[in-house]
């Protein structure tokens, strides 16, 4: 190579805007309404195949289940983040929107716990009046609060060439 030739130097992904993230939250928010009533349907219908149908007008009666049920929910929306996470670093509405997940230092695919660890996180930033998402405008590398906390970070992806 000679001396003079310069190589490209590849600069970092840009951080991901709010409002990207935010249109990206109610594409997946569409398939995770799908998601939970389908597992609603099938949990129902064990219930009732298990107890019998309730009389005409009654409610399914969970008794001791409700709790393992409703858990049950909460593990399979966390386990469609960490599943698409995990596989890509993108859900359908982040690759809608050209977002991608991946870890802070190594720009790699998230590990499975800072998966679990941003999926824990990330509804209470959004449950304290949004704060831990508008923190992203604080911080001087433009992460969130669930974000450094994960230590994982949301980045816009390069349009396809076609």
Known sequence: MPANARTPEISPPAPARLLRRFAAMVYDSLLL????????????????LL??????GERVDWGLWRLPVFMGMLVVLAGFFCFFWRRSGQTLGMRAWRLKLVDQDSLALPSFKQCILRVVLAPASLLCLGLGYFWHWLDPQKHTFHGRMSRTRVVLTPKEKH
């Open 33 to 48: 309404m799908a998601l939970a009533l389908a597992y609603g349907a099938l949990v129902t219908w064990l219930n009732v």
């Open 51 to 56: 107890q019998g149908a309730p009389a005409e």
